[in-house]
Nanobody, 120 residues
Framework: QVQLVESGGGLVQPGGSLRLSCVAS????????MSWYRQTPGKERELVAS??????????NYADSVKGRFTISRDNRKNTVYLQMNDLKPDDTAVYYC???????????WGQGTQVTVSS
């Protein structure tokens, strides 16, 4: 059974930081491209950041709105992907979802989401 379990969300003031974690089980984690998406009510889910599988060098990609503030990383020994979020803004408020995809095979999985609220 595949599970992606996010944690680390919460309420933070503008300018603050949070680190999200996503622990994967039931997959060969190192072979998956891992991503973070976010969604607010009435809007489509948007890609925030992604990191390629280990054999592809672990390259990263970011949405323009978070470049320079967010950092995605992975620890293949712990089956965990992280999203370090700094200088948070109210517009970053959303439910953040972990996503894992096995390129070329058509397998993809979602976590249940974790709420991030940026407010004073």
């Amino acid at each position: 059974q595949v599970q992606l379990v996010e944690s680390g969300g919460g309420l933070v003031q503008p300018g603050g930081s949070l680190r999200l974690s996503c622990v994967a089980s039931g997959i060969t984690f190192s072979t998956y491209t891992m991503s973070w998406y976010r969604q607010t009510p009435g809007k489509e889910r948007e890609l925030v950041a992604s990191i390629s599988r280990a054999s592809a060098g672990g390259s990263t990609n970011y949405a323009d709105s978070v470049k320079g503030r967010f950092t995605i990383s992975r620890d293949n020994r712990k089956n965990t992907v992280y999203l370090q979020m700094n200088d948070l803004k109210p517009d970053d408020t959303a439910v953040y979802y972990c996503h894992g995809r096995l390129i070329g095979v058509g397998l993809a999985y979602w976590g249940q989401g974790t709420q991030v609220t940026v407010s004073s």
